[in-house]
């Protein structure tokens, strides 16, 4: 039986790792605790063989580019994230699991072409949710030894029933566009049931580490609006040879790129001795659209 503390408890993943570890009632115990106020501090991390970090401060388009608003990301994504693994190597917790992101390589992918991330890539954060997360993580290796195992976790887009941000906004247009653009970026995407069984394989191995998870398979967004779509029982027309009216429209807003750029982590940098992929894409489609 594995103890689990997961910090953050009514965050997205916070709440979904803790539902599918529940399926697992004998060999995961699960309980969440919230960092948020002083209250934390007082009570026992004792007795648990493990912390998922999930509490934090998400990327707002409004403060994510602002200099001036460094020192308020720094505060939770890095220094409650050191003060929360203290206190754990502090009281006898084995090990520490950490939700970073792709975002600590500060890439971007333009419309056209494609950008992997690989092992050599360097870390270089634009914004201040990536520089306070790589803060975070280089604070965590400095605790890290052989009875105080760190895992890091940088996954791309993470979706899943109930799910917020980009997926969302693409599941809106799928349900209700007669067309969409047909362009074959390929990204890099993880089912919230993958992550977690990623997690749960991690906990039963005691792992340390930085490891990238993403989906068995790389995804073109118009495959992805075609796939949720037709989870709705709803044809869409896919209009090829736009490029050239995207291309036009990449100056006026970062949507385009963000949309249909190429950014995937290379497939040999997300492998792991065991297979945590349990979903494919056209099945993970179809559970996160189920009504």
């Known amino acids: 039986m594995k103890r689990l503390l997961i910090t953050g408890k009514t965050s997205y993943i916070a709440q979904s790792v803790k539902a ?41 388009p409004d403060t994510k580019d602002d200099p001036a608003q460094l020192e308020n990301y720094r505060a939770v994504n890095t220094r409650l994230t050191q003060a929360a693994a203290e206190k754990a190597k502090a009281e006898g917790v084995g090990q520490f699991l950490f939700l970073s992101s792709e975002s600590v390589y500060g890439l971007t992918a333009p419309l056209g072409k494609t950008v992997t991330i690989t092992a050599d890539t360097p870390l270089s954060p634009r914004d201040n949710y990536g520089i306070s997360k790589l803060e975070a993580e280089e604070a965590l290796g400095a605790l890290a030894d052989e009875n105080f195992h760190v895992a890091i976790l940088r996954p ?90 995207l291309k036009l429209l990449r100056p006026v807003t970062g949507a385009v790129d963000k949309a249909f750029g190429s950014l995937r982590y290379d497939k040999s940098l997300s492998a792991y001795p065991k297979n945590y992929c349990i979903t494919d894409l056209p099945t993970s489609v179809m559970e996160t659209e189920a009504e």
């Open 156 to 245: 791309p887009v993470v979706y899943g029933r109930g799910c917020k941000g980009n997926y969302q906004t693409l599941s809106k247009m799928a349900k209700k566009l007669p067309f969409f653009p047909d362009v074959r970026n390929s990204r890099s995407m993880l089912y919230m049931d993958n992550l977690s069984e990623l997690i749960r394989l991690l906990i039963e191995d005691g792992a340390s580490g930085t490891f990238c998870p993403q989906n068995s398979e790389y995804v073109s967004t118009s495959d992805l609006v075609n796939l949720i779509a037709h989870a709705h029982g709803r044809d869409i027309l896919m209009v090829k040879g736009v490029t050239w009216a």
């Open 20 to 60: 599918y570890l529940e399926k697992f009632p004998d060999f995961f115990q699960v309980e969440t605790i919230s960092l948020r106020g002083e209250e934390w501090k007082s009570a026992s991390f004792r007795g648990f063989d493990a912390v998922l970090h999930t509490a934090g401060m998400v990327h707002q």
